[in-house]
Nanobody, 119 residues
Framework: QVQLVESGGGLVQPGGSLRLSCAAS????????MGWYRQAPGKQRELVAR???????NYADSVKGRFTISRDNAANTVYVEMNNLKPDDTAVYYC?????????????WGQGTQVTVSS
């Protein structure tokens, strides 16, 4: 079993910055993908950014140039630095970890952390 614990959400003014952290614990294999998704009220959950244990990244077009994902593999922790935040970034942000064992995908989620961008 894997547990994901997020931190760092909050209220920020437009143009401000926040850094989210997610620490994973439990049975974690060396090859995995960790990332962030978000869900705004009335909308589907969407990818924000994710990063493989090998360092490959991908970002949603809406956050490119503003958000930066990073991770500490030794600590099983993933971060996202969010700059120039906009009201449209307001959502619950969820940490995700995917890993593969014997050809099967295991998908884990954190409990979510609220990010509100408002003046």
């Amino acid at each position: 079993q894997v547990q994901l614990v997020e931190s760092g959400g909050g209220l920020v003014q437009p143009g401000g910055s926040l850094r989210l952290s997610c620490a994973a614990s439990g049975t974690i294999f060396s090859i995995n993908v960790m990332g962030w998704y978000r869900q705004a009220p009335g909308k589907q959950r969407e990818l924000v950014a994710r990063m493989s244990s090998g360092g490959d990244t991908n970002y949603a077009d809406s956050v490119k140039g503003r958000f930066t994902i990073s991770r500490d593999n030794a600590a099983n922790t993933v971060y996202v630095e969010m700059n120039n935040l906009k009201p449209d970034d307001t959502a619950v942000y969820y940490c995700n970890l995917d890993q593969w064992i014997a050809g099967r995908t295991y998908d884990y989620w954190g409990q979510g952390t609220q990010v509100t961008v408002s003046s």
